[in-house]
Nanobody, 120 residues
């Protein structure tokens, strides 16, 4: 059974870059037809999809965040990473990594989520 675990700083200062890593166990991130996403939920708001990296290594980002987002992977460690630059307090949220099969939004596994607060 696949497991996903987010890791990274819980506090980031405004204007800095938020960096989170998702470590995947029980399945390879290069296995065909799987998509590996980052999703966030600000306090009191709904889920917001940030973007994904596909099994092929291709990436896609939400248009609203595209200019500030980069998702990459380390296949040797079976990890994928989110970088979100120039953060503001509005980027404060619980950040989740998740897996989709066949389609990026056909999510079938989630990490537990990690709270990132943007504050000076």
């Amino acid at each position: 059974q696949v497991q996903l675990q987010e890791s990274g700083p819980g506090l980031v200062k405004p204007s800095q870059t938020l960096s989170l890593t998702c470590t995947v166990s029980g399945g390879s991130i290069t296995t065909n037809y799987y998509y590996w996403s980052w999703i966030r939920q600000p306090p009191g708001k709904g889920l917001e999809w940030i973007g994904y990296i596909a099994y092929s290594g291709s990436t896609y980002y939400s248009p609203s965040l595209k200019s500030r987002t980069s998702i990459s992977r380390d296949t040797s460690k079976n990890q994928f990473t989110l970088q979100l630059s120039s953060v503001t307090p509005e980027d404060t949220a619980v950040y989740y990594c998740a897996r989709g099969f066949g389609r990026p939004n056909a999510l079938d596994a989630w990490g537990q989520g990690t709270l990132v607060t943007v504050s000076s």
